[in-house]
């Protein structure tokens, strides 16, 4: 079997949602899993580029800074509503196979590509400069109870020690201070929400500082019936934070539930799983103290979608900097997760925090 062959048989997409089409990136979901396909945890995994929506102009220079990351045979398709996924996806499987096409696209790609880029642009007044560095590593998550997958999320590919490395000091490691790193989280990041652009400042593995901003669509585009605020918005965020915490059984499960009840269905299996993540001891100590606000932290936040007792708030850019601020990376996807950001209605002006 040859390559061509193979990515069309196991394709591995990499979704990208620009604000405002949560509906659209639902259905993608359903496909593939239905196809037997799976999704990408990092461009390098990735064999397919889909964008559910329309991308403004800073968006649409991140997405083609991580298309040029994705591995050859690939391909990529736009879709703007959800009836629109089935034939998308037919034709990328169809130029994933195409010998001809995947030749013409690695003979157009550059020999030395640009290991990073600046994306400026018209969408709001934040600081325009994002580097879009997307060195991926997988923290495994091996918990008893819990049947944990991989968490693919960007992680720096190594922090330098600064000091004058003298004798003195490489004999006392205290002795030695972490470089400051500066790390972007997102706008294109499996299990986020979209277009939110997180700068972050790194001291060693713990963020000191942070500031959030959203990357908008093109102007003027329209967007899907929102899934925000919805039941099946709920069972959204219930399986991307399971997802997150490495659940991966549960987080398919719950994106099943959510898949029925977008289609106007009454999932009977939502009550069973909602009791068996509740009973999950493992689960609620790795989301306790998360997050917290004045209504409680993570895993509160995760038992009120469950119950569908949830208050809808909205959270500010700068409380979201300030959640984060102190957490490692894996904690600051858990917090991003847990408080289910609908960005569709966010401006694109930068919180500050920590500063």
């Given at each position: 079997m040859d390559l061509r062959s193979l990515a069309a048989r196991r394709t591995t997409v990499l979704a990208v949602e620009v604000p405002g089409w949560s509906r659209t990136r639902c259905a993608l979901e359903q496909h593939v899993r239905t196809r037997g396909w799976r999704l990408a945890g990092s461009p390098a995994d990735a064999d397919l580029l889909v964008v559910c929506?329309?991308?403004?102009?800073?968006?649409?220079?991140a997405v083609e800074h991580v298309w040029g990351q994705l591995p050859g045979p690939r391909a990529r398709a736009e879709v703007t509503t959800a009836d629109a996924v089935p034939a998308a996806l037919d034709r990328a499987a169809a130029e994933l196979a195409d010998g001809a096409a995947q030749r013409r696209d690695a003979d157009a790609r550059p020999a030395d590509p640009d290991p990073g880029t600046t994306a400026t642009g018209d969408d709001g007044d934040g600081d325009g400069d994002m580097d879009m560095d997307m060195d991926d590593d997988a923290g495994d998550m091996d918990h008893g109870d819990m049947d944990h997958g991989d968490m693919d999320m960007p992680m720096p590919g190594g922090i330098g020690l600064a000091g004058g490395g003298g004798d003195d000091q490489l004999a006392d490691p205290d002795a030695l201070d972490l470089d400051v790193l500066h790390v972007p989280l997102g706008p294109v990041l499996p299990h986020w929400p979209a277009g939110l652009l997180l700068h972050t400042t790194l001291q060693g593995d713990l963020v000191v500082a942070a500031r959030a901003?959203?990357?908008?669509?093109a102007d003027g585009s329209p967007t899907d019936p929102p899934v925000h605020g919805t039941p099946a918005g709920r069972w959204d965020a219930v399986a991307t934070l399971l997802a997150l915490a490495g659940w991966d059984d549960a987080a398919v499960r719950a994106a099943r539930v959510r898949d029925e009840l977008l289609a106007g269905g009454q999932?009977?299996?939502?009550?069973?799983?909602?009791?068996?993540?509740?009973?999950s001891r493992l689960l609620r100590f790795s989301l306790r103290g998360l997050g917290r606000l004045p209504e409680g932290d993570a895993h509160d936040r995760l038992q009120h979608w469950l119950t569908g007792t949830e208050q809808r708030r909205s959270t500010e850019l700068s409380a979201v900097a300030d959640l984060v601020t102190g957490l490692d990376l894996a904690g600051v996807r858990l917090v991003v997760a847990s408080l289910d950001l609908d960005t569709a209605d966010r401006v694109t002006v930068p919180a500050e925090a920590g500063s």
């Open positions: 929506g329309r991308p403004g102009a800073r968006l649409t220079a901003e959203v990357l908008l669509p999932p009977p299996e939502a009550d069973r799983l909602a009791r068996r993540i509740t009973r």
